[in-house]
């Protein structure tokens, strides 16, 4: 769950931001609207998605039937890659996000979406955060991929240079795409969970750049509607290499270098 919030100095303890699962308060509404998202998703993304997504359903048993108990859900995750799932409430301030991924910790919303408006999300939800996120997180280079994207972004903070790692973050993770077996597939938890966004970031005609972490950390994008551009990377596993040797001096000089040239981050990528 991730939202940016540009932020300078030492990160929040991110405990300070899990709270007990709560679990039996979904209702049976709740539910339901879990089964319907699972399976539309499922049903739209077979071929369109990297495979490693569809391999990461089956090896952490995720189904259709009922939002899952983090706890058995999290226990399944750490036996394959060593990360744990944590509930939150809500968005978590990006200083102490990015220290739950630098500890191999991804937070969970503890809620679900309205089932009557299915495409509408104000905030992500445990749908978006764990059909989104986890599936890939059962595979080692993308549990590398955000370990190494909480190192850089607790950098990045306390330097005051958020919106950098920020926009590195949104662009893969979140809505990137990737080649795959001579195709162009979808990447990113924000697409995997959006059933129309995942299409138009396939069909439409807007721009898939090639990823380069210079251009992901140059480029504003949006959080409040479908994105103007998709990059493309090479591989999952070309972005975990290319991030897991990037230093946190180069990170904040990508970032001296976008200041230098349009001025200090004024937090437009909304």
């Known amino acids: 769950m991730f939202q940016p919030r540009i932020q300078a100095g030492d990160p929040p303890d991110w405990r300070a931001f899990v709270v007990p699962e709560q679990w039996g308060q979904f209702s049976a509404a709740d539910h339901d609207t879990w089964n319907r998202l699972y399976s539309r998703q499922v049903e739209l993304l077979d071929g369109r998605i990297v495979s490693p997504f569809m391999d990461g359903l089956r090896r952490l048993d995720l189904k259709p039937a009922a939002i899952p108990r983090l706890k058995t859900l999290s226990l399944r995750l750490k036996a394959l890659t060593g990360w744990q799932l944590v509930s939150v409430e ?3 301030p990006d200083a102490a996000f990015f220290a739950m991924l630098a500890d191999r910790v991804f937070p969970i919303g503890n809620f679900i979406r309205d089932g009557a408006q299915l495409d509408y999300l104000e905030e992500p939800d445990c749908f978006h955060d764990i059909f989104g996120h986890v599936p890939l997180l059962a595979y080692q280079p993308m549990a590398r991929l955000m370990e190494a994207l909480g190192h850089l972004g607790v950098a990045a903070c306390a330097a005051g240079q958020g919106e950098t790692i920020s926009r590195i973050y949104w662009h893969s993770v979140e ?5 795959e077996r001579g195709e162009t597939r979808i990447l990113g938890a924000g697409l995997a969970s959006s059933f129309s966004e995942a299409r138009a970031a396939l069909e439409a005609e807007v721009p898939r750049p090639r990823f ?3 251009d992901a950390a ?12 998709y990059f493309v990377a090479d591989s999952l596993e070309s972005v975990t290499a290319r991030l897991e040797d990037l230093s946190a001096s180069e990170l904040l000089a990508l970032g001296e270098a976008e200041a230098g040239r349009y001025g200090p981050a004024n937090g437009e990528a909304q």
């Open 218 to 229: 140059a480029t504003p994008y949006r959080n409040d509607c479908f994105q103007p551009l």
């Open 175 to 179: 809505f990137g795409l990737a080649a």
């Open 90 to 92: 809500g968005i978590v």
């Open 212 to 214: 380069t972490v210079a």
